[in-house]
């Protein structure tokens, strides 16, 4: 009989969410903001069961989703970006991430990144707290030539 409250309890403890993610996962949430003077910015996010679709961000413009972390903690969502003659493609979230987005927020823990003329910078809020380089913008290449 106990072994069966148990259970119960564990079920019914797993289906009730907090915050929309289940008491046993995190959620997160990926903040993209485009500091790219009077220009626009194309962008198109997916993850291996999600596809976010293309989204224009004009400058001083937030993008940003939320999400529960796989059980296995295999959450992975890329992002390719495109801006004039340029593009780059990348993780926004992956697992290893995920430790450095600790900058909380009562809902759950969030990854900024910030688009900009010169490249793609990710906000470290543990151990430096400030904005990192992580990718320069590439030539965009002959077979990516539309947007998504």
């Known amino acids: 009989m106990m072994k069966k409250l148990f259970i119960f309890v564990f079920i019914f403890l797993g289906l009730n969410v907090v915050n929309g993610c289940p008491f046993f996962l995190s959620k997160y949430f990926v903040n993209i903001h485009s500091s790219i003077h009077n ?33 296995s903690r295999a959450t992975l969502f890329f992002c390719h970006f495109w801006w004039n003659n340029n593009e780059q493609i990348f993780d ?10 600790r900058e909380g927020r009562p809902e759950g823990d969030i990854c900024r990144w910030l688009v900009r003329e010169d490249g793609f910078y990710f906000y ?25």
Request: aromatic content about 18%; some cysteine.
């Open 124 to 148: 470290e809020p543990i151990e430096y707290g400030r904005w990192l380089k992580q990718y320069y913008w590439k030539p965009v290449s002959k077979t990516s030539l539309t947007y998504g």
């Open 92 to 101: 926004v979230f992956n697992s290893t991430m995920g430790e450095w987005c």
């Open 39 to 71: 220009d626009n910015v194309t962008l198109r996010c997916q993850s291996k069961d999600d596809d976010l679709g293309s989204h224009v961000l004009s400058p001083n413009n937030d993008y940003e989703w939320s999400f529960c972390q796989s059980f």
